[in-house]
């Protein structure tokens, strides 16, 4: 998926992140094999519970911004209005696969 995009992760006990990409499939395969150390990495965060396409990288950064700014709260109802059962929305994207998504990180471009 290469579209600006801001999403949301949880870990099993509902830790919570925020990021932003422009290619969601590489950035999502990245934490689910916690190739950079962070956050995600020490909470086991993996599972992507929310997710919104943007127009361009300006609006998804400002909605990046908005959405870390809000009260936990407010982010736990977003999810649970688009996703109640907190079900991995990329649960599907790797499983049949042969191909590895491309790393960004080892990209020579």
């Known amino acids: 998926m290469k579209s600006p995009c801001v999403y949301i992760l949880s870990s099993k006990t509902k830790v919570l992140y925020i990021g932003v990409t422009s290619d969601l499939e590489a950035r999502?395969?990245?934490h689910k094999?916690?190739?950079?150390?962070?956050?995600?990495?020490?909470?086991?965060?993996t599972t992507l519970v929310h997710l919104e396409l943007l127009p361009d990288m300006m609006q998804a950064i400002a909605r990046e911004k908005q959405l870390k700014g809000w009260v936990r709260a407010k982010?736990?109802?977003l999810i649970l209005e688009h996703?109640?059962?907190?079900?991995?929305l990329s649960?599907?994207?790797?499983r049949n696969s042969i191909i590895i998504?491309?790393?960004?990180?080892?990209?020579?471009?």
């Open 28 to 30: 999502l395969w990245q």
């Open 33 to 45: 094999q916690k190739k950079i150390p962070g956050f995600t990495t020490k909470y086991d965060i």
């Open 75 to 77: 982010k736990i109802a």
């Open 83 to 88: 996703n109640p059962h907190w079900e991995d």
């Open 91 to 94: 649960e599907s994207w790797y």
């Open 101 to 109: 998504p491309r790393d960004p990180s080892t990209s020579s471009g």
